[in-house]
């Protein structure tokens, strides 16, 4: 039976594919297995963001909290999905919560050791940039979908 | 091209907006096949005539069944139909969903909206014949959990073995406990062979453009993605014009397109 090791996952992860080796090794040193239950926030909108998640299976909805009324939700995430960007933008604030649908196990990685090191070697910084804005640009995308409200009758 | 006398069976509100209604020929011993995919010009007299595609099951074919929303004057005043009224049908008119040309690959049926009423046909198909083709996968997107057609099948559907179906809805409400988000996001998550997969796809217009483009990208075959267009339709024949697409006539040429038949058309605004 093979270990999963967080370092098997984290280099077959198609988010983080082809990263430099000692780049990994940086990142796998930030890593850390956590499981949340259903109902529990992995964050809160407002709070400072100094993580990001790989979810390694489960649901987590992001939300909008509207005072006297029910959460607005977003978007959900699932298994092999990244959660949260906040961490890499000034001033490294969530813009959501994040609440667990389902029983969810996700890899944490320390943003706030990562933006250090972005600062330090531009090239990781550049290299995680990339990535993660290609995740920003899927989700506008959606967004945008979402705004047009298709299924509405016409 | 005179309509055939049908009478209706049963109706069925499927949402807030939208009903099945399930027809039977008057005329004794008439028998109805169609394609799974294909449509029906349905008369109400004293209104008018409207096309829709046909949701039932391709084997019965004693009865068949339509589903549709009130958005237009004939499918309001359809609305308002009861058991027991008749109809006027002319068809079953246009191409179908290549069914029979996908066997040993897998199925990827990409619904959105009351895009899965003319799906619906396909997937009695494919499930009657279960053994002829590899993973058979839904990926349904509805405006939210109330707007969600055929509920009572999808649970069942979900609990089959040899049909993974997956659902999302745009807007979440709270007691929702599925996926929240657009059809096109489930595609990168859908468990598929992208090489060896056709896509059927029917559901707004936008939504297939943006659906064939997210499958594209998944690495499927432009040639094995499929789309179900409504454009218009009015005669069923291609006589009047009404539907013209490009080179095409919806109504005698489709509603069923290959992708790479009609891709070009699909990104240019002024058709």
């Known amino acids: 039976m093979s270990v999963e090791t967080l370092e098997r996952i984290l280099s077959e992860h198609p988010f983080l594919k082809d990263l430099k080796e000692e780049y990994l090794d940086l990142i796998v040193g930030c890593a850390r297995n956590v499981f949340y239950k259903p109902g529990e926030f992995i964050f809160r909108e407002g709070e400072e963001a100094h993580e990001f998640y790989i979810i390694r299976d489960g649901r987590v909805s992001l ?16 298994d092999g999905e990244v959660l949260g960007w906040s961490w890499i933008v000034p001033p490294y604030y969530w813009h959501f919560d994040a609440r667990v649908v389902e029983p969810t196990r996700v890899i944490a990685l320390d ?35 979402q705004l047009l409200d298709l299924y509405g009758a016409s | 091209m005179l309509p055939h006398l049908f009478v209706i069976r049963s109706r069925k509100l499927e949402t807030s907006d939208t009903f099945t209604l399930e027809l039977e020929p008057i005329e004794s011993g008439l028998e109805f ?11 109400v007299f004293g209104v008018g005539e409207v096309p829709i595609s046909i949701s039932s099951d391709p084997r019965r074919k004693n009865r068949i069944s339509h589903t549709t929303r009130m958005v237009g004057t004939v499918t309001k005043a359809m609305g308002m139909l009861k058991k027991g009224d008749v109809l ?10 290549p069914v029979d040309r996908c066997e040993n690959c897998d199925i990827v049926i990409v619904a959105g909206g009351i895009g899965l009423a003319p799906l619906r046909p396909a997937i009695y198909y494919i499930l009657a014949n279960r053994e002829r083709y590899n993973r058979v996968i839904l990926l349904y997107g509805a405006r939210t959990p109330e707007d969600i057609l055929y509920k009572q099948e999808i649970e069942k559907w979900k609990s089959r073995f040899d049909f993974e179906v997956y659902v999302t ?6 007691g929702w406990k599925g996926n929240v988000g657009v059809v096109t996001t489930l595609i990168p998550r859908a468990p598929f062979e992208s090489r060896n997969s056709v896509a059927f ?41 009404h539907c013209q697409f490009g080179p095409v006539f919806v109504c005698k040429d489709g ?11 699909l990104f240019k605004r002024e058709i």
């Open chain 2, 88 to 97: 006027g049908i002319r068809g079953p008119f246009g191409t179908s969903w």
């Open chain 2, 201 to 241: 796809v029917c559901g707004p217009e936008v939504m297939m453009r943006f659906t064939a483009i997210e499958l594209v990208k998944r690495g499927v075959k432009e040639d094995n993605i499929f789309i179900s267009m409504e454009r218009n339709m009015k005669c069923g024949i291609g006589l009047c014009g």
């Open chain 1, 63 to 78: 939300e909008i909290s509207v005072p006297g009324k029910n959460p607005v939700v977003i978007q959900t995430l699932e």
């Open chain 2, 255 to 265: 509603p069923v397109f290959s992708y790479n038949q009609v891709k070009d058309l």
């Open chain 1, 111 to 145: 943003g706030r050791c990562l933006r250090n090191k972005c600062e330090e070697d531009h090239n990781l910084g550049y290299e995680l940039l990339k990535r993660f804005l290609t995740i920003v640009e899927q989700r506008l995308q959606a967004t945008r979908i």
């Open chain 2, 169 to 174: 809805v745009d807007r979440g409400t709270s």
């Open chain 2, 33 to 43: 096949s169609f394609l799974p995919g294909q449509y029906n010009m349905i008369y």
